[in-house]
């Protein structure tokens, strides 16, 4: 059974930091890109960042330059480092997996950030 557990939100002031980790279980990330998304309240869901499976990121315009996505294949975990934050930032973080080749993809259950003072 594949699991991705996405852990480090929470409740943090503007221009504050927060990193989240997402722990898989059940995959290999090694052959996944991997990935962050979010879904702010009456907002769709939109990409934050992604990282593939040779660590060419892609990071949306809206937190460029104050987000860093990075993964520990042997930790078989993908981080986002999240700094200067904005109350914007607000949402449902959620991470994702795809696979490169087959095409399988999985979420985790999301981790909620709060910026507010």
């Known amino acids: 059974q594949v699991q991705l557990v996405e852990s480090g939100g929470g409740l943090v002031q503007p221009g504050g930091s927060l990193r989240l980790s997402c722990a898989a279980s059940?995959?290999?990330?090694?052959?996944?890109?991997m990935g962050w998304y979010r879904r702010a309240p009456g907002e769709e869901r939109e990409l934050v960042a992604l990282?593939?499976?040779?660590?060419?990121?892609n990071i949306a315009d809206s937190v460029k330059g104050r987000f860093t996505i990075s993964r520990d294949n042997a930790k078989n975990t993908v981080y986002l480092q999240m700094d200067n934050l904005k109350p914007e930032d607000t949402a449902v973080y959620y991470c994702?997996?795809?696979?490169?080749?087959?095409?399988?993809?999985?979420w985790g259950q999301g981790t909620q950030v709060t910026v507010s003072s």
């Open positions: 059940g995959i290999t990330i090694r052959v996944y890109r």
């Open positions: 990282i593939t499976s040779d660590r060419t990121t």
């Open positions: 994702y997996s795809g696979h490169e080749f087959l095409g399988t993809n999985y």
